[in-house]
């Protein structure tokens, strides 16, 4: 089983190149996975081939797929608070990169299987308090309008045979480690992460505000699930929102004050950001996933147990 | 009032260029249409300027984008049977061109009015006997894809504030005169056309299915209305279905048989084209249009008014 992981130096591409080679999940086992990002994959694995380039470079992008390649984790992207400010960037790289990954993987003998990490960001507008499987895409971002056209272009390959794909729209990762990053989304890392670490925190949403959540890793898990699944038991409907919780902002920093105490509760102010606000609140709070449920993908137990696996992830560093 | 129209030399674009220049609609007083076809427009009218270029050259796109227009119609398109068997060139033309037409509208001083006219193709899979507004996209064609995807395009971009775009889903039209063309409903109009003409043809799909059709007359003063229609009006759903009605292919050859009688009827043989049925079969029959209609849009009373229309164009011609 030979692999591809766009975005395999980032944080959820290296974590999920560490879930594959470790052999636990479904997947066959992996003999090689190649990592194709801007810099060199951090996993110290011999099966591990870093491959250094531009996914917005059409020729580095064919060059990252190889002919006998089974599997391709297209998780490389421009992210939400940078796609809405740098417009242009975000259609190459969320768009343009994305097109040329599946024309890279057209006219190979065997139509390789495509994980495309979509977002919750497809969504938008009037929305039910459960967001049914079909439920129209109404994106409120530069980054969701790209993410929803990237859907279509994966469907539209894998009904023309071209592709073996399947969209996985993954929930709001939290608690990830390290710095904040460009995602509007960013905060709902930062106001558990920075507060633990003494640091100061904002809330820059009303603490009403529903997110879709899931662990680091439970969202790996399930991507490995997703790449050994059996494309047939899917049908027409190639395209999963992976399960999370619901969790509103206040029912976090719950979780904060139980779990790392009322100082680090206290470090985080709430500062309403409009910019930040009209992207997040635009997203839906909670979805129907029976389906991919009963396809073995899984959720997190609680808010609590999320923030309980970072701790023990600093705990263990 | 200046206005281009893509596609001004088809059959649907110069309709609507005539439509537009008769001042009856909506539309304020127009001075100046501009068609950019790869054909010169056959509409005889001083204010009529044919630009004569390919759609899927960018330069061509650019050029045919005065600083000064007001309204665009973005018609020009590669029809759905061509689209499923030429690939890249339903992508050239329904997505890349389309894209650049945006492109060209981004920077101008006053982002102009721009409709976009989709498809019911943009649906498939599972559906309702009623198609509601908000029910997502999943289209079971190429050209049903590019279309969608074109639909994103011009949501963001008017979300963005680059364009002031409606995307129109036009029904079925029928019955277009002419010759057949490369859709794969150009038997909704051929079943009754060319009996009419004394010649034979074939209806490619069960008779039972489901067609949602407008007349071209009713089609053309719905899109005039939508170039005219006040965007506030619309709130964040840029996207209408326009009115038509239902009917099976049963029903329409009843139609034929009572306005054009037993003989023409009997040119019609029933054969089953699996390559056809496959696309028409996934579309909508019937799509809930309460707000298009509230809005002002129109729907033709019935299939014999159609018929009549059609046999009356014949009269005068």
Same mark, same amino acid.
């Given at each position: 089983?030979?692999?591809?992981?766009?975005? @395999?130096?980032?944080?959820?591409?290296?974590?999920?190149?560490?879930?594959?080679?470790?052999?636990?999940?479904?997947?066959?086992?992996?003999?090689?996975?190649?990592?194709?990002?801007?810099?060199?994959?951090?996993?110290?694995?011999?099966?591990?081939?870093?491959?250094? @380039?531009?996914?917005?470079?059409?020729?580095?992008?064919?060059?990252?797929?190889?002919?006998?390649?089974?599997?391709?984790?297209?998780?490389?992207?421009?992210?939400?608070?940078?796609?809405?400010?740098?417009?242009?960037? /975000?259609?190459?790289?969320?768009?343009?990169?994305?097109r040329a990954l599946l024309e890279a993987c057209r006219h190979l003998a065997k139509p390789p299987r495509l994980i495309f990490t979509s977002s919750l960001a497809v969504f938008g507008g009037p929305m039910p308090e459960v967001v049914p499987e079909d439920l129209v895409l109404m994106p409120q971002s530069s980054y969701g309008a790209e993410k929803a056209i990237g859907e279509l272009l994966v469907g539209e390959y894998t009904r023309k045979g071209f592709v073996d794909g399947i969209v996985c729209r993954l929930p709001t990762i939290s608690v990830r480690p390290g710095k904040p990053n +460009?995602?509007?989304?960013?905060?709902?890392? @930062?106001?558990?992460?920075?507060?633990?670490? @003494?640091?100061?925190?904002?809330? *820059?949403? *009303?603490?009403?505000?529903?997110l879709w959540i899931s662990s680091p890793d439970l969202a790996v898990k399930n991507l490995v699930r997703a790449g050994a699944l059996d494309g047939a038991r899917l049908g027409l409907r190639r395209t999963l929102n992976l399960p999370g919780i619901c969790v509103t902002a206040a029912e976090m920093l719950d979780s904060l004050e139980r779990l790392g105490g009322k100082p680090a509760r206290a470090l985080v102010s709430l500062t309403d950001v409009p910019r930040i606000a009209?992207?997040?609140? +635009?997203?839906? /709070?909670?979805?129907?996933?029976?389906?991919?449920?009963?396809? /073995?993908?899984?959720?997190?137990?609680?808010?609590?147990s999320i923030v309980k696996q970072y701790m023990e992830g600093l705990a263990t560093a």
């Open positions: 089983m030979k692999i591809l992981v766009t975005g @395999g130096a980032g944080f959820l591409g290296s974590r999920l190149i560490r879930a594959l080679l470790d052999g636990k999940g479904p997947m066959p086992r992996v003999d090689k996975v190649v990592s194709a990002d801007l810099a060199a994959c951090p996993v110290k694995d011999a099966r591990v081939e870093s491959r250094v @380039g531009s996914i917005a470079d059409p020729l580095f992008v064919a060059a990252a797929v190889d002919a006998d390649v089974d599997v391709i984790y297209h998780l490389a992207a421009v992210l939400s608070g940078q796609s809405e400010g740098e417009f242009d960037i /975000g259609m190459q790289i969320n768009v343009d990169a994305t +460009s995602a509007a989304s960013s905060f709902v890392s @930062g106001i558990i992460r920075e507060p633990l670490a @003494g640091v100061p925190s904002e809330c *820059p949403v *009303p603490v009403d505000t529903r009209a992207i997040v609140c +635009s997203w839906p /709070g909670a979805f129907d996933v029976s389906r991919p449920l009963a396809l /073995g993908f899984e959720a997190d137990q609680s808010f609590d």
